[in-house]
């Protein structure tokens, strides 16, 4: 079985940072894109930014795009979000996922296309 655990969320002023992390453990047989996505209340789960196993292919969301940046560290198992200029509407929990995926420049975007979640952490952009 594999797990992902999510963690770095906060509350942050518009404007803010924060650096989301997300470490997946268990039997990670094969290659595989992460992905981070979110929900705020009464909406449904959106796509946020994606990497591939190498690292070198990257997507995000138009909503996104310039302010936040994905990174990973194979080594660690860990996949980064850094995110700067942050928003009030950037308020939600942020979770992390994982897909396998053949090829080291496979990505993927949409939730169904992920096999393990991570629980989700808050993060709250007060104005």
Do not use: H
């Not at 650096?19 to 992460?34: E, H, I, Q, V």
């Not at 308020?91 to 090829?103: E, I, N, R």
């Amino acid at each position: 079985q594999v797990q992902v655990v999510e963690s770095g969320g906060g509350l942050v002023q518009a404007g803010g940072s924060l650096r989301l992390s997300c470490a997946a453990s268990g039997r990670t047989f094969s290659t595989y894109a992460m992905g981070w996505f979110r929900q705020a209340p009464g909406k449904e789960r959106e796509f946020v930014a994606t990497i591939s196993w190498s690292g070198g292919s990257t997507y995000y969301a138009d909503s996104v795009k310039g302010r936040f940046t994905i990174s990973r560290d194979n080594a660690k198992n860990t996949v980064y979000l850094q995110m700067n200029s942050l928003k009030p509407e950037d308020t939600a929990v942020y979770y992390c996922a994982l897909s396998y995926c053949s090829g080291y420049g496979c990505y993927k975007t949409y939730p169904r296309e992920y096999d393990y979640w991570g629980q989700g952490t808050q993060v709250t952009v007060s104005s």
